[in-house]
């Protein structure tokens, strides 16, 4: 996880499209310039940064369900709850869901945990935009591959 470049998913364990479900880990690093200020002698993630977690698990799940013909913007969260806090060091677990898609439109459903402990789930609505750039969307082949997500597999 390299939270000042908001990437925050280490790596994927489970995509299965047709089931329309990805599962991914992400462990928070003990040192980052964001427990410098949340908070001073007490380091804690953000909740707004485990909404991101959740939104690029899911949001990879929707690349593939759309053949990565677009980029799913998050537009919406829902019933977003934070239930337990997280620390440097702590191993996290996403699932995403994809419950609706089309006209241009995706909707989501997350969750997370550690330890078995739920710390977080929302419901997601995501717009595909088109890739503003071709440099954009060849970075997310590379990103694919450095956290174990079979993109390729699903591009049209």
Same mark, same amino acid.
């Given at each position: ?7 925050m ?10 089931a ?8 928070v690093?003990? #040192?980052?310039p964001?427990?410098?200020g949340? /908070? @001073? !002698?007490?380091? &804690? ?5 485990? +909404? ?7 949001g990879?799940l929707?690349s ?5 013909t677009?980029?799913p913007?998050?537009?919406?969260v829902? #019933?977003g709850?934070i239930r337990?806090?997280? /620390? @440097? !060091?702590?191993? &996290?677990?996403f699932e995403?869901r994809? +419950?609706h ?5 995706a909707?989501g459903?997350a969750?997370?945990?550690?330890k078995g402990?739920?710390i ?7 717009r595909?935009?088109?890739?503003p750039?071709?440099e954009?969307?060849?970075?997310l082949?590379?990103w694919?591959?450095? +956290?174990?997500f079979?993109a390729?597999?699903?591009?049209k």
């Amino acid at each position: 996880m390299r939270l000042e470049y908001f990437q925050m998913i280490d790596r994927f364990t489970a995509v299965d499209v047709g089931a329309r479900v990805a599962r991914a880990v992400c462990k928070v690093p003990m #040192e980052s310039p964001v427990f410098v200020g949340h /908070f @001073p !002698g007490y380091p &804690l993630m953000p909740g707004v940064l485990l +909404i991101e977690c959740m939104a690029q698990t899911t949001g990879w799940l929707v690349s593939a369900l759309t053949g990565f013909t677009g980029l799913p913007a998050l537009a919406g969260v829902k #019933e977003g709850k934070i239930r337990n806090a997280v /620390f @440097p !060091g702590d191993e &996290l677990e996403f699932e995403g869901r994809v +419950i609706h898609e089309g006209s241009g439109y995706a909707i989501g459903e997350a969750k997370g945990w550690s330890k078995g402990a739920p710390i977080c789930d929302a419901t997601l609505t995501y717009r595909i935009v088109p890739y503003p750039s071709k440099e954009l969307r060849d970075g997310l082949w590379q990103w694919a591959d450095r +956290i174990n997500f079979p993109a390729r597999e699903y591009a049209k």
